[in-house]
């Protein structure tokens, strides 16, 4: 992603699909602290999106506009805004996928 890190680095994540809707939460850790600017927050998600989504992404309880977006390979979240230095970042991110769903027309 486009995070500084000082310190060590842990992460941790889970995600629940209900249907097409995936909600992922993750909790990223810095011995010191983790800031980050406007562009790709993180990539892999657990599903791939079924469109490029707006969305909110919650950030250590602040709440940051985000989009998300479907490559062939890879799965990409971007934030518009950038966020300032702490040392654990909690994120919250719901998106709709196609897996195990229908493609519209």
């Given at each position: 992603?486009?995070?500084?890190?000082?310190?060590?680095?842990?992460?941790?994540?889970?995600?629940?699909?209900?249907?097409?809707?995936?909600?992922?939460?993750a909790v990223?850790?810095a011995?010191?602290?983790i800031?980050?600017?406007?562009?790709?927050?993180?990539?892999?998600l657990?599903?791939?999106?079924?469109?490029?989504?707006?969305g909110?992404?919650?950030?250590?309880?602040?709440s940051t506009?985000?989009?998300?977006?479907?490559f062939p390979?890879?799965?990409?979240?971007?934030?518009?805004t950038g966020?300032?230095?702490h040392?654990?970042?909690?994120?919250?991110?719901?998106?709709?996928?196609?897996e195990?769903?229908?493609?519209?027309?």
């Amino acid at each position: 992603g486009n995070q500084t890190v000082v310190g060590n680095f842990t992460s941790s994540g889970t995600y629940t699909k209900v249907g097409r809707v995936v909600t992922v939460t993750a909790v990223l850790t810095a011995t010191t602290s983790i800031a980050g600017g406007a562009g790709t927050f993180f990539t892999g998600l657990p599903f791939a999106p079924s469109v490029i989504a707006v969305g909110v992404l919650v950030l250590n309880n602040r709440s940051t506009a985000c989009w998300v977006q479907n490559f062939p390979t890879t799965t990409n979240v971007y934030i518009n805004t950038g966020y300032s230095a702490h040392p654990q970042v909690e994120v919250t991110l719901t998106y709709i996928t196609w897996e195990n769903g229908y493609k519209l027309a």
